[in-house]
Each structure stands twice: as C-alpha cells, then as structure tokens.
C-alpha cells in the first residue's frame, strides 16, 4: 500500500501542492464561467450582418454572452429556425468617434444653438427664444452659454456691443463659442469683470477691431477663469443627454479629446452604471494647459470596457477660421500673420517626453503646417528616447502617438508621417466645412499640397471623427463628407457645386467605415475588441433598415439607425 502514501511534506512540497490545488480552482471557475456564458448565452439574428471580419465579412447570427461579449458569430443555414426568425434589418459593428468632446456636446444640448446664424439679429433671436425656456439663466451665477458662431457668416467679428443693442440681453452673462470653439465672444457684464486694460497674450489673440468681445486661444483663460463651472450633478445631466444622441446616430464608443482630472473621477464614479451607454477613450487635459500633470491623473481601464485613460492631449495651435492655426508661411488673406502656437517647441516636445515616459499615449492638437511639424519632432523625439535600438516605426506601434486634426500638413512632414506611421485623427466634415473660405485662407497651391489628406494617409491608418460639437456627431454624415468631399448638410461642393472638393482624397465606403470603427480601435488600443463583431469582442453593434453598401451615397446624409446596442443591451431604438 505503500503507493498510498504521500511523500513527507516540506515547505517545496506544500508549495507545490497549494499551487496545484490553485491552478485547479482557477480552470475550474474559468470553466463554470464559460458555463455561464453558454447557457445565459443569447442568439440574434437579422437579414445580415456585416463583422468587419476579413476572414468571414458576412454572417446572419452571432451570440452574446452574459459578460456582454460575442461568443459565437456564425451562418443559420437557410430554411433552420434562426434564419426563418431573424430580426428585420441589417446589423454592423457600433460605430466609434475618433474625436468628440462628451461634457462640452451634453452643455451645448442644453444651451443656444447657434450653428447656421447668418445675421447679429439671428443671434440675438437666438438667445432670447433661449432664455424663454430658461428664465434666471444669465446671472452672475449662471451665464448663458452657446456655440456657433461664424464671423465669416455674420459679415464681421461680434462685440459685446453687438449684445448691448438688444434690450433684452444688455445686462446679462453671456458667453458664446465661436464654431471652432478656439474663441469666445461675451457681453459687457463679462467683460466689466476684466481689468479694464488687458495685455495681449502669448499664444492667443484679443479681438479689439472692430471692438471689445471676442477672446481667442489662449486669451480665453482670464475668461474661463471667471465662468462659474457647473457642478456634478449638472454634469451628469449632460453626459445622459450626450449619451442618449450618441446612440440615436448609432456611435457606441468616442475618444473623449481633451478631459480634466476633476471630470475623470466624475467619469469613474458613474462608468458601469445604466445612464453610461457609450464607450469612453479618454485623454487627459491637465487644468493648465500644455502641462505635466502625472500626480493628478492615473493610468485606468474599467474591467467592463466603458472607461480607459491612458492617453494626453497636448495643444500646439488654434484653428484656422479664426486665423489661429501656426503656419510656416503667413496667411495668404492676411499676410500679417502666420497663426499662433499654443506653447512652444522646446516645451511641447518636454511635454510630449514627460506623458510619454509615465506610459501614456500622446495625442497633440495640430493644424497648421508649422503645428504639425514641432508636434512630429516632439513626438519623434520621445520615440528616439523611448526606444534607441528599434525602428522608429517599430516604437511608434506599441505608443500609438497621434496628431488631432491633422488638418494642414507640409509636402516634408506628410514623408515623415508616412515613415513612422505616426496617426492622423481626422474629420471629414472638417473638410468639407472649412471648404468655403480654406483657399482664402491658404491659397491654392497650399491648399492642394497641404490640405485635408484622408486617402493619401490611409497607410498612417487614421483615426476619423467629428469634433463634437464643433461639427454634428452623426457618423454618416462623417462617412458621406469623406466619400464624396461634399457637405452632408447640403450635398453640395464649394460655391453649390455638384463636384466633390479634392476628390483625390476622399475615400472609398469600406475605407471610410472601417475609419469610424477599426480606425478607431487601433488608435485606442482596442483592436479585436472594438469595431469588429467576432468571438471575444465586445457585443456593440448597430441595426439599420438596409446595408450601407446597398444605399445610394446621399441617403447616407438622412439615414437613421434603427436599433444600438452596447455591451448586449439595447441602449436604443427609433420605434420604441
């Protein structure tokens, strides 16, 4: 009986033993998950559905698990029970933002709406008809706020005086984002707030011809310092009222361009819950901008998928409708000026080495082409340090480092993005938004050589979005502008022309999609988990009444999703 008996235990024995004993419960609890999963597991079937897959593009069934995940993807074979009740509509992967502001889409839902103003009376009606539905807002307290405005549409730059004229409004706290959200313009009550003689500010402009009002880039701060906040209970009314219009345009996950450590604790406080329907890549804005702030922020990714910070976002210049964008030549219709940089290049690449060394991935706001060039070098620098005997390119896919906006790059740095593959995050509705005036801005020859690149970067796999707010946040509006280089809002090209603007550049359907969901995944780390309906891969998808492929493209600028589900749950339906 001797093979009875155990061995005399010592503490190597005991070790293995327990080890053994551990092993063994840990298989078995992964199996009764995977138990778990297969018996909870629940089965939808449509007309068709589209995976992203190349190994098997198109399917009619998948199955999701308990843990909200796809379990199974697969073909009910004609005639079988699934096949024969399948779900009206054609089902896709959920689509994901590459750039959007959550906080500040959810703030301006429930502030004046000035996108389209053509007249300083149109705005003016604006705000009255707003305040009607907000009486008391306009206080010390609480100003109003809204965004939209064009200068290029109202005939001149706005002033404070522009508000006084309207009985109505002479005494309140109104502060309104110009379209870009790169300048703001305030009334008089705002600006008796301010010293009464203000500097210029390095970085940022003070509009004061043809007056007082309007506040650019940096010159917003002393602004924004004085802005009453709103607290979070507010804030938390406006990421569900974000997160609701998200889903009705079908977007299930958005990379969130730009969000202080404050509102990150917010974020993390109400990730998972029933109100949190949209997935959220976060990159950090530290509370001074263009800084180094790792002991207020840190590395995080929900268990659940809902909430992952592990990016920055740093500034290099403003925008170009407000001349703000940093070019290496000037202007071509104001020869005066070549832009502004938001922080200069030493401490932009400082910056960029600092985050970059602390593990996070860096996102930096460029636009113009001389923008553009310091962020590569900073960016290309911090991959010379992080890596010294590796490719840069090598470096570069483990960082993932990305240039938002990407709008306006030199002939020599688009070769350098190319090389290294560093990431465009693009808006294709940028594009054909800034179509109007972009030549005025930076004359023809610029223009072609430099601006709005999609399919010459396709190699750089972009990352495309929509700015939100700046531009709606309806992704096939997004997918439209970028197949046919025309405005989604009229179907038409510059001057009202039939003819898409550089069409050399748009994209083809497939290109354009996968933009808004595996553009979106690589350039946030979730590739094989986003953007893609296969085995493993969170349960986010789409329901429409027709397959995109099978639509004519300008149904695409009025189409509207039937059904969105994230994470297996239906967060919402257009007939219900």
């Known amino acids: 009986m001797d093979w009875l008996r155990l061995p005399t235990f010592g503490r190597d024995t005991v070790w293995l033993y327990s ?97 389209g103003s053509t007249s300083m009376d149109d705005v003016r009606s604006r705000v009255r008809g707003y305040l009607s539905e907000k009486p008391g807002v306009g206080s010390k307290e609480e100003w109003v706020r809204g965004v939209g405005w064009d200068q290029m549409a109202l005939g001149k730059m706005p002033t404070a005086d522009d508000l006084t004229a309207d009985e109505e409004l002479k005494d309140l706290y109104i502060m309104l984002d110009r379209v870009d959200v790169h300048c703001i313009w305030v009334s008089q009550a705002v600006l008796n707030l301010l010293p009464e003689s203000i500097p210029d500010v390095p970085g940022g402009e003070i509009v004061r011809e043809p007056g007082m009002g309007v506040f650019c880039d940096n010159a917003m701060d002393m602004v924004m310092a004085l802005w009453p906040k709103p607290g979070n209970e507010k804030k938390q009314q406006f990421l569900k009222s974000a997160m609701g219009k998200l889903n009705e345009v079908g977007l299930v996950g958005m990379h969130d361009a730009g969000v202080t450590p ?246 083809d359907l497939d290109q354009a999609i996968r933009g808004f969901t595996e553009g979106p995944a690589y350039g946030g780390f979730t590739k094989g988990k986003t953007g893609i309906i296969k085995p493993g891969a969170y349960a986010d998808w789409i329901v429409l009444d027709a397959p995109l492929e099978s639509l004519n493209v300008e149904d695409l600028r009025s189409l509207r999703v039937k059904e969105t589900w994230v994470g297996g749950k239906k967060v919402y339906s257009r007939d219900e």
Not at 22 to 47: L, P, S
């Open 19 to 115: 080890s053994a004993v551990i092993v063994a419960v840990a298989g078995f609890v992964k199996i009764r998950q995977g138990v778990v999963d297969y018996t909870y597991t629940e089965t939808h079937c449509y007309q068709s559905v589209r995976t992203n897959s190349l190994a098997e593009p198109y399917v009619n069934c998948f199955s999701v698990s308990p843990t909200g995940k796809f379990s199974k993807v697969f073909e009910a074979a004609e005639g079988t029970e699934l096949a024969r009740n399948a779900s009206p509509g054609f089902a896709m992967p959920g689509l994901w933002d590459g750039h959007g502001h959550l906080l500040q889409y959810g703030e301006f839902l429930n502030s004046v709406d000035l996108f």
């Open 262 to 507: 404050g509102n990150l604790e917010l974020y993390k406080s109400l990730a998972g819950n029933d109100d949190w329907t949209v997935r959220i890549y976060a990159m950090v804005e530290c509370y001074e901008r263009n800084s180094f702030c790792p002991d207020e922020v840190d590395r995080y990714t929900s268990p659940d998928g809902f909430l992952s910070i592990q990016s920055v976002k740093l500034f290099a210049d403003g925008a170009l409708g407000s001349w703000g964008s940093a070019l290496i030549d000037p202007y071509t219709d104001r020869p005066d000026t070549s832009g502004s940089l938001l922080v200069n290049a030493s401490e932009l690449i400082y910056d960029t080495v600092a985050w970059a060394n602390e593990g996070f991935q860096v996102n930096i706001h460029a636009i113009g082409d001389l923008a553009n060039r310091y962020a590569m070098d900073a960016i290309i620098t911090s991959l010379r340090l992080l890596c010294p005997n590796e490719p840069l390119s090598v470096c570069q896919s483990y960082h993932r480092f990305r240039i938002e906006h990407s709008q306006i790059i030199h002939p020599d740095d688009q070769a350098r993005m190319h090389a290294v593959g560093i990431i465009p995050s693009i808006q294709p509705t940028h594009a054909t938004s800034d179509m109007a005036y972009a030549e005025k801005r930076l004359g023809a020859e610029r223009t072609a050589k430099e601006a709005y690149r999609m399919r010459s970067v396709l190699d750089a796999k972009p990352v495309l979005g929509s700015d939100f707010p700046v531009e709606p946040p309806n992704p096939f509006q997004g997918i439209y502008a970028a197949v046919t280089r025309r405005s989604p809002h009229t179907g038409k090209g510059t001057d009202d022309s039939p003819d898409g603007w550089y069409t050399e550049e748009a994209l």
